[in-house]
């Protein structure tokens, strides 16, 4: 079948949206899905910094939602019809992924940024019969269609609006994840969340639904008055006396941290903003070493890096919709939406951090 995607040619090229082929229908355990709508995460434009580790050319997008057009065989647990969110791809039978950890998968790595299935390579070609790249985290999905693991399908209420419930599948449920899985925050604990964009935001929500109390830095003051209206008392982000600050907000100390800047002085700083016994969650990728200043950790402070928010995206994602129905998780008010043919202009403002989650509409 043919359809229209978004193909990234280049690493410093722009996408260009054109006709791509698939040369045969789901295989055993797979669907094919019919996009409806796929986020803009920054680990899509990260290709571009990747330094040819994910191979070109590529059709990114890994924040899809859609409805099943078809189905593979094997008991794949999904129907024609059925409206889906998708998520990271994972094995199914490592330690991680029998530990209800799929996003530690021992092939995490391989399925989602450097190769995918190998039974999908081959079958992805451009119009004229070149091919892609792998599936891109399982999905491919900026693109009228994607052919994923049913795997990495969770199937959702067909009353959601399902153009946008794709970032549900990475970004909302990382920040969304670190705090309701990672930290299992609850009732006036403390949270110190760094960076508002799309999964700081996501995780003051869930942290404000959880019924916790977030301090949000950021450097922009549109992001922060985003923070304070979903719950957060807003600190800008180049004032001195940072952990100072935080503690008079927080009664001595917050009892959990999470950076989304990776920027290592402020690391260093949300150490010191936490209480004794403390947790920071860090989920950017660094781009340098990370050297911790005296006495960040000590007292029983500890960090680790979080992937995906902890989150089985089959519990989590029915988790976040049923709160948005509830109106306590309002992620549909950080989204813009764009036709797919504007992608370029999507990943710009997203750069620019003016809009905080570009959603790509194929067939618009
Ligand atoms: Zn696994
Ligand atoms: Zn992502």
Request: glycine share 14%; net charge neutral.
């Given at each position: 079948?043919?359809?229209?995607?978004?193909?990234?040619?280049?690493?410093?090229?722009?996408?260009?949206?054109?006709?791509?082929?698939?040369?045969?229908?789901?295989?055993?355990?797979?669907?094919?899905?019919?996009?409806?709508?796929?986020?803009?995460?920054?680990?899509?434009?990260?290709?571009?910094?990747?330094?040819?580790?994910?191979?070109?050319?590529?059709?990114?997008?890994?924040?899809?939602?859609?409805?099943?057009?078809?189905?593979?065989?094997?008991?794949?647990?999904?129907?024609?019809?059925?409206?889906?969110?998708?998520?990271?791809?994972?094995?199914?039978?490592?330690?991680?992924?029998?530990?209800?950890?799929?996003?530690?998968?021992?092939?995490?790595?391989?399925?989602?940024?450097?190769?995918?299935?190998?039974?999908?390579?081959?079958?992805?070609?451009?119009?004229?019969?070149?091919?892609?790249?792998?599936?891109?985290?399982?999905?491919?999905?900026?693109?009228?269609?994607?052919?994923?693991?049913?795997?990495?399908?969770?199937?959702?209420?067909?009353?959601?609006?399902?153009?946008?419930?794709?970032?549900?599948?990475?970004?909302?449920?990382?920040?969304?994840?670190?705090?309701?899985?990672?930290?299992?925050?609850?009732?006036?604990?403390?949270?110190?969340?760094?960076?508002?964009?799309?999964?700081?935001?996501?995780?003051?929500?869930?942290?404000?639904?959880?019924?916790?109390?977030?301090?949000?830095?950021?450097?922009?003051?549109r992001r922060l008055a985003l923070a304070e209206r979903f719950g957060a008392l807003p600190l800008?982000?180049?004032?001195?006396?940072?952990?100072?600050?935080?503690?008079?907000?927080?009664?001595?100390?917050?009892?959990?941290?999470?950076?989304?800047?990776?920027?290592?002085p402020l690391i260093n700083d949300a150490l010191r903003s936490l209480r004794p016994t403390g947790?920071?969650?860090?989920?950017?990728?660094?781009?340098?070493?990370?050297?911790?200043?005296?006495?960040?950790?000590?007292?029983?402070?500890?960090?680790?890096?979080?992937?995906?928010?902890?989150?089985?995206?089959?519990?989590?994602?029915?988790?976040?919709?049923?709160?948005?129905?509830?109106?306590?998780?309002?992620?549909?008010?950080?989204?813009?939406?764009?036709?797919?043919?504007?992608?370029?202009?999507?990943?710009?403002?997203?750069?620019?951090?003016?809009?905080?989650?570009?959603?790509?509409?194929?067939?618009?």
């Amino acid at each position: 079948m043919r359809f229209t995607a978004a193909v990234l040619r280049a690493y410093d090229g722009p996408f260009t949206v054109e006709p791509v082929a698939l040369a045969s229908g789901p295989a055993d355990g797979e669907v094919l899905v019919r996009i409806a709508g796929c986020g803009l995460c920054r680990t899509d434009l990260a290709v571009r910094r990747s330094a040819g580790r994910s191979p070109l050319p590529a059709v990114l997008g890994h924040e899809g939602a859609g409805v099943v057009e078809a189905t593979g065989g094997g008991d794949t647990g999904l129907r024609a019809g059925d409206h889906v969110v998708l998520s990271f791809d994972s094995c199914g039978r490592c330690r991680g992924c029998l530990g209800a950890a799929p996003a530690y998968c021992d092939s995490f790595a391989a399925l989602n940024l450097f190769g995918g299935r190998t039974g999908h390579a081959a079958r992805f070609t451009d119009s004229t019969g070149a091919p892609l790249a792998p599936r891109w985290f399982g999905q491919s999905a900026f693109a009228e269609y994607a052919l994923v693991p049913a795997r990495n399908a969770v199937r959702v209420d067909p009353a959601l609006p399902l153009a946008l419930l794709g970032p549900l599948g990475c970004g909302f449920l990382t920040g969304a994840g670190a705090v309701l899985n990672s930290f299992r925050a609850g009732p006036g604990d403390t949270l110190l969340v760094l960076g508002a964009g799309s999964v700081g935001l996501a995780a003051v929500m869930a942290a404000t639904a959880a019924g916790a109390v977030t301090v949000a830095v950021d450097r922009q003051p549109r992001r922060l008055a985003l923070a304070e209206r979903f719950g957060a008392l807003p600190l800008a982000a180049d004032v001195s006396g940072l952990p100072e600050r935080v503690a008079r907000l927080t009664d001595g100390g917050a009892r959990y941290a999470l950076d989304t800047t990776a920027d290592v002085p402020l690391i260093n700083d949300a150490l010191r903003s936490l209480r004794p016994t403390g947790r920071l969650g860090l989920v950017a990728r660094l781009h340098s070493g990370l050297r911790l200043e005296t006495g960040t950790l000590d007292r029983g402070r500890g960090l680790a890096h979080l992937c995906e928010g902890d989150a089985v995206p089959g519990l989590l994602i029915p988790r976040l919709t049923a709160l948005w129905q509830a109106g306590r998780f309002p992620f549909d008010e950080l989204i813009r939406t764009y036709p797919l043919s504007a992608v370029n202009e999507a990943e710009r403002d997203c750069e620019s951090g003016r809009v905080v989650k570009p959603v790509l509409i194929p067939g618009s």
